[in-house]
Structures are given as C-alpha cells and as structure tokens.
C-alpha cells in the first residue's frame, strides 16, 4: 500500500513541530515560507522523507541522511548566523530583529554533493 500523499498542512505541522522542539521560530516571510513548504511537499512525496529543498538530494535517504529537515547543520547554522542555511528555522532572537535572512556557508562537506 503507497503511503498516503503529504499536503501543505502536513508539511507546516512537521515544520511547525520541529521549530517547537528546537526552540526555533518559522520565517514568516510569506513568499519565502510558502516556496520552502511548497519544496518540502515535493521532496516528502518523491523521496518519502522531508529532504531540505536548498539542497540535491542523492534521492536515497542513507546518502541524504545529514539534509532531512530539519538537517544535521540547522543549530550551528542557527547558533552562528541566526537561522538555518535554507532560512525555514529562526533563532528568536533573531526573528525578534526582523531581519532577512542572508546566504550563509554551505556546512555540507564537499564529498557528500551528489
């Protein structure tokens, strides 16, 4: 039996829940938001995991186990620059500043591209 398709609610509640575990906030930047929802809905349903759509994939989850979403260089990433390397989680503090998010160094080592 297929596994039954992730819609945009789904993905905004897994985001939603991981923001609230990690003590993070959502950019609520709804242009921004809304293509990183849209991204994350794509790759769930074509890979069956939540793979960071900043990022290609290996399409095989061992390989893309360090960019499932949230992905392994989020804290340091949040921690360093105030939000990940996608821009989807916050800091609160930074969210407080109502900054824009900026590219930030690619953590990802070299080997582990596809």
Not at 11 to 35: M, R
Not at 99 to 107: F, W, Y
């Amino acid at each position: 039996m297929a596994a039954k398709k992730k819609n945009l609610k789904d993905v905004f509640d897994f985001c939603t829940a991981a923001a609230k575990h990690n003590g993070w906030k959502l950019n609520g930047n709804p242009g921004f938001f809304d293509d990183i929802m849209e991204g994350l809905r794509i790759n769930v349903n074509r890979y069956g995991y939540f793979q960071c759509p900043c990022r290609d994939s290996w399409q095989e989850k061992e390989k893309d186990r360090d960019i499932i979403c949230p992905c392994k260089y989020a804290p340091e990433d949040i921690k360093e620059y105030g939000h990940c390397y996608c821009g989807l989680f916050l800091s609160a503090c930074f969210a407080e500043t109502g900054k824009e998010t900026q590219q930030i160094p690619e953590r990802r080592p070299d080997e582990l591209f596809p």
